[in-house]
């Protein structure tokens, strides 16, 4: 209980982003847009996700932090976040959707891109260190 009082108060922001991902991979069944015909919107949709999620960890973190945990940014920020794409491709078919290895692909590649942004913020945000 007490780690999720501990989240639910140092990381609300990452935990909308994780919910709102589970939500729209595995319980909604996403309408056709027009955007439908953008060539790989698809894969952009997962880039943006877990990119925007992974920096938004970032973001939080370094709010609520006075210093660095390499190894759990390192756990939690890339590699969990990978992972969490991996399982929801990998659940997707039990729910009636596809489960895509470029979905996959574009969710690491997002979480990198956010990790960089992280690291970035973490320069300007922490200058002295």
Known sequence: ?????????????????????????????????????????????????????????????????QRMNWPKMWLYAIIGMIVLGGVIEILQPYVGRSGEWLDFVADAVGVLLGAGIGMMMKKIMWKEH
């Open 1 to 65: 209980m007490k780690i999720a009082r501990y989240l639910l108060r140092k990381f609300p922001l990452t935990l909308l982003c994780l919910a709102l991902i589970v939500y729209l991979s595995l319980v909604i069944d996403i309408p056709e847009t027009p955007l439908d015909n953008v060539a790989l919107i698809d894969k952009w949709t997962h880039f943006v996700m877990y990119g925007g999620s992974c920096a938004v960890m970032w973001w939080e973190y370094l709010r609520c932090h």
